[in-house]
T-cell receptor, first 114, second 113 residues
Framework: AQSVTQPDIHITVSEGASLELRCNYSYGATPYLFWYVQSPGQGLQLLLKYFSGDTLVQGIKGFEAEFKRSQSSFNLRKPSVHWSDAAEYFCAVGPSGGYNKLIFGAGTRLAVHP | NAGVTQTPKFRILKIGQSMTLQCTQD?????MYWYRQDPGMGLKLIYY???????DKGEVPNGYNVSRSTTEDFPLRLELAAPSQTSVYFCASSSPGHDYEQYFGPGTRLTVT
């Protein structure tokens, strides 16, 4: 069955520290992978996506993610976190059953200490 | 481009009442989706549509109905609201050939008491 697991429900980091958010997926073929961010009171915004080619993907706001097929992972990283990065982050995989449907993980809520 | 817009932003319903959540997109996307977001559960697909007049159930359709009379609009109807429908609802849209990316609206926070 297709699924996405984000093992960390909450993460707290200090401003300026590095960040890694974990995402593991189960998918029968080569997946399309996404990271979305949801700032408080806002909708979801796409940070980055992977579908082929270079396994290290650069996104907006200084984020990157690395696709590791052998580990079924797509972890999100940022070298230096800013207070404005406090948000909820969702990993997603697709397509699932056609029509661009995606499966989302449960999310990781990031808090940033000054 | 406004993208995907949703109204209202917030709503409180009494048990048994009904309401319609509105969703409009101006990107001429064929595909549209309704999700609900509950704490620790991520996003669950309620219904989706692949074009005007074509809708289908997602993972959690019970208690909801949808229609799609135009490409732009995809309203979600709650009949006989229940406390279990307290959630944040997101509408999204997508287009074939765009690498499966979905574009999201700002959400509607619904409380049923």
């Amino acid at each position: 069955a297709q699924s996405v697991t984000q093992p960390d429900i909450h993460i707290t980091v200090s401003e300026g520290a590095s960040l890694e958010l974990r995402c593991n997926y189960s998918y029968g073929a080569t997946p399309y992978l996404f990271w979305y961010v949801q700032s408080p009171g806002q909708g979801l915004q796409l940070l980055l996506k992977y579908f082929s080619g270079d396994t290290l993907v650069q996104g907006i706001k200084g984020f990157e993610a690395e696709f590791k097929r052998s580990q079924s992972s797509f972890n999100l990283r940022k070298p230096s976190v800013h207070w404005s990065d406090a948000a909820e982050y969702f990993c997603a995989v697709g397509p699932s059953g056609g029509y661009n449907k995606l499966i989302f993980g449960a999310g990781t809520r990031l808090a940033v200490h000054p | 481009n406004a993208g995907v817009t949703q109204t209202p932003k917030f709503r409180i319903l009494k048990i048994g009442q009904s309401m319609t959540l509105q969703c409009t997109q101006d990107m001429n996307h064929n595909y549209m989706y309704w999700y609900r977001q509950d704490p620790g559960m991520g996003l669950k697909l309620i219904y989706y549509s692949v074009g005007a007049g074509i809708t289908d159930k997602g993972e959690v359709p019970n208690g909801y109905n949808v229609s799609r009379s135009t490409t732009e609009d995809f309203p979600l109807r709650l009949e006989l609201a229940a406390p279990s429908q307290t959630s944040v609802y997101f509408c999204a849209s997508s287009s074939p050939g765009h690498d499966y990316e979905q574009y999201f609206g700002p959400g509607t926070r619904l409380t049923v008491t």
